[in-house]
């Protein structure tokens, strides 16, 4: 029942009322808020039944674990660009007659699409055609028109298989590297403290009703401050009668004839979010200073290099440096759990013994490997060429390790991959191997996986497995196969929540984040000269070279401040907007432990998670303040006053 209100809740919240997203972080507030509602609500009244009917902890973490994985589906996880980018390029491709000649000699298959693509004829002429189905799904129906299921049927099925190919290779990932990097790297996972307190951990007695979060005092003290601090500004926006407590401020107009203008915002603009602060409380400090002091240190190196270095790109280098970088971090990674992949593969083969721990292995790892195979061959029978395929799969399993292991080390809710892309893998290869579908199915897989990675399926995986920390082995497999079909059922009924909402209405306010731009593309490619050792390249080499040294100092050094996961945060917009509350974050933290000892730390937990479990709750109350206006006055969705905390470019 949670996941199907998911489904049908967060995309109309999101994109018809265009309130603050509701399931488009690593702690998604609908799922924050269904807990809440089981924890503080259901189980008190099914006490009232019987002490048997209550729902246990283990239960609550299985709900839990089955609701993240839910949440990946409706928004930024993949339903914000699909179906969206199939209807904009099918429409796109017939716009004009450059375009519609490139897409007809790239041959793309037709089955993928709802609306016809363009042809050559026999002279060779380009004939392009009516997308009448692609045009009213971006716009909506003409009178009189119904939606065309029929038309959806086979590309939804195709693109599905693809995408489901995707989270299998995603699960099967994060099956693979979850007992590794928790029992043996032991990593830091700081969301799952969140989620654990919230529903009251495996350990607790289940005797009591409520887990022991909400008996303290602290803790209500700072949910209920937070909540009424946003209840005034949220009364103020729709009023304009009540006092509104400033949580941001824009300082560009100070800075105009100072240095600090070439900052890129870092400093003249920010917000603080209780959230990020109380998230920051319970991740190491080497992560926390190497968060905010990576996008400090960048802006101030960009403020110098734009006022005293000739010709300075600051954008190309930190990019090429952060591609570098994480790249390294992956590599590292990957080197790090080295025998346990190969203890992996020895389960895969049956060479490790029918041991619960080993079927598990087995089950993962032949998870990630089949995934894996279907995005090869999907992408192969789509008419991208082999080597294209194997590297773009290399890539989107990349980018799903890194954010994996970036929020199990750093657990900040709001981040994406913007630094590694599956393009900048192919640009180490000739240009003349690529053609017009792999530029454009390049532009699908940014949509789909590094986009899509600000709620990545691999990282709610591993968030879902630790959900209970006692699940055994046979539990953990059961998990994965289990949440696999959940999100295929959850595909099926989000994709006809989204069709049905995209054709009823013009105001609904999706983002493809791919377009035939990358189809025109080619015709800069086909006359590109092809060089391996370039500016950029260097650049990449050197963050390759950085971020291991970094990794090195960290394993050798405990004391070691600076890893290189920061520089993820930089020239980046969610990271340079909370980089102050990072800071704000760590701040608290060391000042509790270095004035009152490790004891006041541990006492202050229930405090910060009050900070985040406020700011949540009135997350979720102003976005139903809009719908009830429109529901009680019949008013315009989009001429109602809305309160967002938070809008994702």
């Known amino acids: 029942m949670g996941c199907v209100i998911i489904w049908g809740v967060v995309p109309y919240n999101n994109f018809l009322f265009q309130n603050t997203y509701l399931s488009d972080s690593y702690l998604p507030e609908i799922v924050i808020g ?8 259901i189980n008190p009244l099914l006490r009232l039944i019987g002490p048997g009917c209550v729902l246990g902890r283990r239960q609550l973490a299985l709900i839990g674990s089955l609701l993240l994985l839910a949440a990946v589906i409706p928004s930024n996880g993949l339903m914000r660009m699909y179906p969206r980018f199939v209807a904009e390029t099918n429409k796109g491709f017939n716009d004009n007659t450059a375009t ?3 897409a007809a000699e790239a041959h793309l298959p037709q ?5 016809p693509l363009p042809t050559l004829d026999a002279q060779g002429k380009v004939k392009t055609h009516d997308t009448p189905n692609s045009n009213q799904f971006i716009d909506e129906l003409n009178p009189g028109n119904t939606l065309p299921w029929s038309a959806w049927m086979g590309p939804m099925a195709l693109w599905g298989a693809f995408i ?4 299998m290779m995603m699960l099967g990932l994060a099956g693979v590297v979850f007992p590794q990097w928790r029992d043996r790297e032991r990593l830091p996972f700081p969301l799952l403290n969140v989620y654990q307190m919230l529903t009251g951990n495996t350990d607790e007695p289940s005797d009591s009703t409520l887990p022991d979060l909400f008996h303290n005092r602290g803790f209500w003290i700072a949910a209920l401050t937070v909540f009424a601090i946003h209840g005034l500004r949220g009364l103020n926006e729709f009023t304009h009668a009540f006092p509104s407590i400033p949580l941001s401020w824009d300082l560009s107009s100070y800075y105009t004839d100072s240095i600090l203008r070439y900052a890129g915002g ?8 209780f959230t990020v602060i109380g998230v920051t409380y319970f991740i190491p400090n080497r992560y926390a200073i190497s968060a905010w002091g990576w996008v400090v240190g960048v802006a101030l190196y960009s403020a ?3 006022v005293y270095i000739p010709a300075f790109n600051g954008d190309a280098q930190v990019s090429g440096i ?4 994480l790249f390294g971090i992956a590599t590292w990674t990957l080197w790090l759990g080295r025998e346990h992949w190969v203890k992996v593969g020895r389960a895969m083969l049956g060479q490790a013994g029918g041991d619960p721990e080993s079927r598990r292995n087995r089950v993962a790892g032949w998870m990630f490997a089949m995934g894996c195979a279907g995005m090869i061959c999907w992408l192969y029978c789509a008419g991208c060429a082999l080597w294209w395929c194997l590297v773009a799969t290399a890539g989107c399993a990349i980018i799903s390790l890194l954010m994996a292991r970036i929020i199990a080390e750093t657990g900040v809710p709001f981040l994406w991959m913007s630094k590694f892309e599956v393009a900048g893998l192919l640009s180490l290869f000739p240009l003349a191997w690529q053609s017009p579908s792999t530029l454009y199915f390049d532009g699908v897989i940014y949509a789909l996986v590094t986009r899509a990675s600000a709620v990545s399926a691999a990282v709610m995986a591993t968030l879902a497995l630790g959900f209970d920390k006692n699940a055994s082995p046979t539990h953990q497999s059961r998990l994965l196969v289990g949440g696999l079909v959940v999100m295929v059922v959850g595909l099926v009924i989000c994709g006809a929540v989204h069709l049905n909402m995209g054709y009823h209405s013009d105001q609904v306010a999706t983002a493809a984040k791919t377009s035939v731009a990358r189809l025109n593309d080619w015709n800069r490619v086909e006359h590109t000269k092809y060089e391996f050792f370039t500016v950029a390249h260097g650049y990449q080499g050197l963050g390759l070279v950085l971020g291991i040294a970094l990794l090195w100092a960290c394993s050798r050094f405990v004391s070691w401040p600076i890893h290189p996961v920061g520089i993820l945060f930089c020239y980046f917009s969610i990271g340079n907007l909370i980089w102050f509350s990072i800071f704000l974050g760590w701040l608290v933290k060391v000042s509790m432990t270095r004035l009152f000892g490790s ?6 937990r229930p405090f910060l998670l009050g900070l985040i479990i406020g700011e949540l709750a009135a997350v979720i109350f102003w976005a139903w303040v809009p719908v009830i206006i429109v529901l009680w006055t019949g008013a315009d969705p989009a001429a109602v006053p809305r309160y967002s905390l938070i809008r994702y470019p």
């Open 111 to 115: 089955s993928l699409f709802p609306d």
């Open 322 to 325: 952060s591609f570098g970088a």
């Open 164 to 167: 489901l190919a995707l989270w």
């Open 266 to 273: 870092v400093f003249s603009k920010q917000h603080i979010f």
């Open 304 to 306: 110098v290099g734009y």
């Open 599 to 604: 004891g006041a730390y541990r006492r202050a």
């Open 34 to 41: 269904l807990l809440m509602v089981m924890v503080l609500l």
């Open 100 to 102: 519609a000649r490139i």
